[in-house]
Nanobody, 112 residues
Framework: QVQLVESGGGLVHPGGSLTLSCAASGFTFSMDSMSWYRQAPGKERGFVATISSTGGSTYYSDSVKGRFTISRDNRKNTVYLQMNSLKPEDTAVYYC?????WGQGTQVTVSS
């Protein structure tokens, strides 16, 4: 069955960095685009970034453009989200999405 397992979340100070990972299994990873979403307390889940199946194309929400980088390693069936210059408003549960499935999420908290 399809599994998406996120990791790498945690507590970071404003201005800091984190890298999230999402390990995928149960589908042909190299043929699917992959995305990251996030959900802050009291808010709806929203789009963060997406990457094409080959990694040749990426797209970001305006709120993270220039600070976050999505990438993938098709040999490892893993997608990453490098987050720099983190702000308190980036605090949320971050979810990986692929093949129509969601991961369980990983908490990112940005606080001093």
């Amino acid at each position: 069955q399809v599994q998406l397992v996120e990791s790498g979340g945690g507590l970071v100070h404003p201005g800091g960095s984190l890298t999230l990972s999402c390990a995928a299994s149960g589908f042909t990873f190299s043929m699917d685009s992959m995305s990251w979403y996030r959900q802050a307390p009291g808010k709806e889940r929203g789009f963060v970034a997406t990457i094409s199946s080959t990694g040749g194309s990426t797209y970001y929400s305006d709120s993270v453009k220039g600070r976050f980088t999505i990438s993938r390693d098709n040999r490892k069936n893993t997608v990453y989200l490098q987050m720099n210059s983190l702000k308190p408003e980036d605090t949320a549960v971050y979810y990986c999405r692929g093949a129509g499935y969601w991961g369980q999420g990983t908490q990112v908290t940005v606080s001093s």
